[in-house]
């Protein structure tokens, strides 16, 4: 999928109703809009009597728009479910409005003033890709797909149970009705689906029916003549995934128990994540205490990762920082968590690749850029070349995060300190966990999340991983030249003051897998920087820091997902390597009731939230929050898939 960025939404403003310049239709009905999306979508889905019993409810739509369809729905579920049930609302628009302008919209509905507050309050900035956004005290989640609708659905995965059809006119967006879509539409749909639209035109309805749809009339709403409304008896199947990457056999007919292996920031926020929705979770540690690893560092950095395309690898990131700063704002809010500072963050960078990344065109509310005159007189830097000012990012203190979390958690999650792992068995319907002191401690689901550690359970055969040693040095404030508000970024960091010093880092080092301090690579940081910032410190000796070896990837991806059968996997796709078709190959096979959270390396605070809740949703059924090509890029199986592909593997 190429990131293409998205234009925000051009108004022309009727008596208070907005209207699309680019479609020249309005965004509802001039008469009444609630009652259109009361009538149109609620009553002819058969809503609420239809999410009445169903512990999870999944509602799609195809335009955002104002947001009128998501909030009218919100106040349906909240006032007529338990507090147990959960709503996934997705929606997809290629032109989101301008924040103004969805505030100007929806002050239309003073009726909706307490679900429109919120919505406002976690609105995205306006980058292509997939937005998660938990509302309602987690009772239902709003996924936000901005780009084109064809495009995002193709790359969803999905089981939706109702379709608002909800695209300005066929005669003037015919996109948004084109069979293309209609067949993603028919292949997200869960059995007994139900769609409805305002929409009526004979086309319309013709391309619903050949994607499966059985379709009805209805009176329209005010002054149209008729709508149509439907369902789907059987839909499509087709797979939008190479088969050995198809997670749909990895579901977890569990009892909401889970026991998770590591307690740094991967295993501690998957804790948070499963215990916040009910689970029975333990958490197991061969370390004393959380935190004990790289995880135990000072202070991290929350930013987003830019390629001048906008990659696979990008693009997760980014999806991921955003989630995470959404999560770090709820934590300071809901639970004063005060070791969070969301004070942007400037990332320094030669003229050549701040040139392509201009070319990308980010949304001001998201990035600045700033000249080195720009640098130099607002902020008493002597910056050597200019850069990017990243306004949602900053940097948090990852060892009282995890702290923090722990005694959040602590009450309702069983914590096994100085309890190691050594063996993994499968016994009948649950895993035991084969301790080395001699306990035995029994899950129906287990999620490994020791980084390093990983290898004890799986060959690098099949989970490649690699460790690798990173320092940060921490040098009183007293010593820095200029002050700091903000971290800064250009290979290495530094960031402001926490606790009377500065941190900076951080090394990278595959070979010397030692947590001994080193003088040498604090005096080679800080050189490197010293190039772009000039003179930093008036002591540069080194006193103080932390040493600690993190878990990555070759590809640089972590290790997210069900854990393959790997016989299975050896034996079903050993012909990879003669180029047969796909549809030659079965769907992937996984050991029940086990999952990977491992390999975030360098930026495991940016992903380990995300990861932990794509899990969830994974175990459970729930859409994925992420582009099919990145699910595939985070795959547990791919490291197996390429030495399948190249031969160096073969079944027994």
Known sequence: MKYKQANEAELNWDDGQPQSVLY?????????????????????????????NKSNFVIAETGFGMGRNFLVTCQQWLATTH????????????HPLAIADLQQALAKWPELKEYSQELLEIYPTNIPGFHRMEMFDGRVCLLLLIGDATE????????????????????????????????????????????????????????????GFDVKRSPGFGKKREMIYG??????????????????????????????IGAGIAGLTTAYVFSKRGWKVTVVDKQPDVAGGASGNPVGLIMPRFTADMNRGARFYTESFLNTVRWLN??????????????????LMPEDKLSKLRKLNFPETFVTELS???????????????????????????FKLCHFLYELLKDNVVFRFSTEVSELVKDDQVWQLKCDDGVIINSENVVVANANDVSRFFSEDLVTIIPVRGQVSQVPKAQLKFNLDFPIVCENYITPEVDGEVALGASYDRKKLTTELSEREHLEIVAQMKTVLGDLFNDEKFTKGRASIRCTTHDRFPVIG??????????????????????????????PGLFLNTGH??????????????????????????????????????????????GSLVSD
């Open 24 to 52: 020249g239709d309005p965004y509802s009905s001039i008469a009444n809009g609630l009652a259109e999306t009361e009538y149109v979508f609620i009553k002819h889905n058969g809503l609420p009597e239809r999410w009445e």
């Open 83 to 94: 507090i147990s049930q959960k709503l996934t609302f997705i929606s997809v628009e290629m």
């Open 152 to 211: 995002m659905y193709q790359q969803l995965i999905a089981k939706v149970d109702a379709w608002f059809l909800d695209g300005f006119s066929p005669v003037k967006n015919n996109a948004m009705w084109s069979p293309l879509l209609f067949s993603q539409i028919s292949r997200l749909s869960e059995q007994g689906s139900t769609f409805s639209t305002y929409a009526a035109a004979g086309d319309v309805r013709r391309s619903l029916q050949a994607a």
């Open 231 to 260: 369902v789907i008896p059987k839909p499509s199947i087709s797979r939008t995934s190479k088969p050995w990457f198809n997670i749909s056999k990895a579901l977890s007919d569990n009892k909401k128990e889970i026991c998770i």
């Open 330 to 347: 709820l934590l300071q809010k809901q639970n004063d968590f005060k070791h969070w500072y969301q004070s942007g963050v400037l990332h």
């Open 562 to 591: 069900p854990v393959p059968g790997w016989e299975y996997y050896r034996k079903s796709y050993a012909e990879l390597k003669h180029g047969k078709p796909i549809e030659n190959f079965p769907d992937g096979e996984y050991q």
């Open 372 to 398: 080195i005159e720009k640098i130099q007189a607002s902020y008493k830097i002597k910056a050597s070349t200019g850069g990017l000012l990243i306004h949602q990012a900053g940097y948090v203190e990852p």
């Open 601 to 646: 390396g360098s930026r495991g605070l940016v992903s380990s939230y995300n990861a932990a809740e794509l899990l969830f949703s994974m175990i459970s059924g729930l859409p994925l929050h992420f582009e099919n090509e990145i699910i595939e890029s985070i795959h547990p199986a791919r490291f197996i898939i390429k030495k399948l592909k190249r």
